[in-house]
């Protein structure tokens, strides 16, 4: 009898360890040689918090693990050594004293001069792409059975439509030849939400490339491929929420992992409550601590081991795939707190490195908040290097919409750049005539042809770090304001049958093919033109003629732009602008590619731009 329950107590502990089965470590590996040195895996398998993990490797040692409320889970502290050799890290599994399972941890080495990368700065212009929509280069990766939702239709504007990381590959001569030397993809990770998945901002899995997109080893490509060409590729992060098909949102590894996990509690989307002294800590929790939608779980990043996850993960991708940039997601409804921690690490690993936070705010005193060196009264400070400038955006579309009262149009753009004293670096902000959050330019400025040459001009000249939605260049417009769907519509000839191609500018219209014609033109000038990559900016009020004149300059050269809405021309008095230039100067206007000399005035043609180098 005391030999068949032996026998039987056998076969239970062999079926249990047989049941153990490690899913998921979590990053998949690191690299020698980085200042962020102690890393947490997080380890999921069935049944594993009892099993001890145990390594032999010169130079890295387990520092602590940790079980939480889910048994599914485990976490294990690593310090990596500077002297530690890059190699497979064996991590043994021990349950009563034998060793279950085995799984091999990959150290490897860091590229050259990794720590010291370039990243993007005034200097760029930056081409925003969203990759379900810009290009479709492999047909075969449209639709995966695995997957939640799998329906590939262009003629619905919130289903996928079959866009990805080759399509881009294709295309990066073309974004080379408009004079980009930076681009930023909305997310690639993968979004395996039940339907409207197409966006991307409902991550599935941090650590792995939508196959609808491609594949890790397709974007590291993608990144070399950029590379090649001199354009460097930034990485949309997303710290507040992931997708509510999140493996670790479907099994909690505990409650504290979410914010508010049982009611699902919405945010009041009041971003003020982060800086209003009169604000309650409900209204501040609802804010920061609530689901942006149904289906975006909020994460808890006051949860050390959610903070770690979150900027182990960040570090991870730059590591990898080479990255040149970060813009993070819906910034301040993150706890603030981590975004102070999260910012400062990422420079600590990368000096050099450029994060943009989107803070969709148009009160710059809102925005300014996050600045990096920004001496705020409550005593917080972020080490966010650059903001997106929402404020710029919307004044430039009610300028260029609006007509000459009792002020000149123009003066809204004039104020809003005069906010700039708030920020202790101005010059370090991100601007934008459209994304893929606003409605498109030519659209929000009524189609006016004229108007979008006297905006595109701004942009290109402006103070700060330019950006440009995919289509700008050709005018695409989205003709039901507000429509998410429409923004961010299929990129003329992206796909193979496409009557309409601007690549090869079959079928454009004659305005269309101009309107590419003047933005490479200027954007192709702009990256040679040192006084506007890093000069000063210096701006004149605007008069009731209707005409903004503003100048770049550094000790090398001067550039002075002429904005004139009137539909007549105007004749300016050039002893106005004495503080910066002599009323007697030679110069060569950039637009029409004419050399003149100016002599106390100068005669402005109605609705144009004239940009001015002077000699």
Known sequence: MKKVFLIIITFLFSISVSAQKIERIEPENWWVGMKYDTITLLIYGKDISDLRPEISYPDIK??????????????????????????NVKIDFRKNNKIILSKNFQILERDANSADRDSFTQKDAIYLIFPDRFANGDPKNDIFNSLNEKTIDRTDEDKRHGGDIKGIVNHLDYIKSLGFTQIWNTPLTENNQPNYSYHGYAATDFYKIDPRFGSNADFKNLVKEAHKRNIGVIWDAVL?????????????????????PDTKLRTNHLKSTITDIYATEIDRKEYTDGWFDGHMADLN??????????????????????LSG???????????????????????????????????SRNAAQTSYWQIDKKNTDGYQCYLP????????DNIVSALNGKE??????RDVYQSVAQDYLFPHPEDQLIFPDNHDVDRFYSRINKNFGHWKLGIAMYMTMRGIPQFFYGTEVLMTNDKPGSDGQRRSDFYGGWKGDTKNAFSETALTDEEKEAKRYFSKLLNWRKNNSAITNGKFLHYAPQQNDV???????????????????IENVTLDMNRYSEIISNQIKVKDIISDKEFEIENTIIVPAKTAMILEIE
């Not at 387990?62 to 190699?87: D, M, P, R």
């Not at 903070?307 to 990898?320: D, F, V």
Request: aromatic share 18%.
């Open 326 to 360: 970060l813009r993070e997601d819906t910034f301040s409804y993150t706890d603030k707190d981590f975004l102070a921690k999260w910012t400062k690490t990422i420079l600590e690993e990368y000096p050099k490195m450029n994060i943009t936070g989107e803070e969709m």
């Open 548 to 566: 903004y004149v503003y100048f770049r300059y550094n000790d090398q050269k001067k550039v002075m732009i002429i904005l004139n809405k009137n």
């Open 301 to 322: 990043q006051r949860n050390p081991l959610v903070a770690k996850y979150l900027i182990q993960n960040t570090l991870w991708w730059i590591e990898y795939a080479g």
């Open 240 to 260: 507040n929420h992931c997708g509510a098909e999140y493996y670790f949102v479907k099994d909690l590894p505990e409650k504290s992992w979410l914010n508010f």
């Open 386 to 393: 650059t903001m997106m400038d929402f404020s710029l955006n």
């Open 62 to 87: 387990i520092l602590k693990t940790e079980t939480v409320e889910n048994k599914n889970y485990l976490f294990l502290t690593l310090k990596i050594n500077s002297t530690a050799k890059s190699g």
């Open 405 to 410: 009262s009792w002020f000149s149009s123009w």
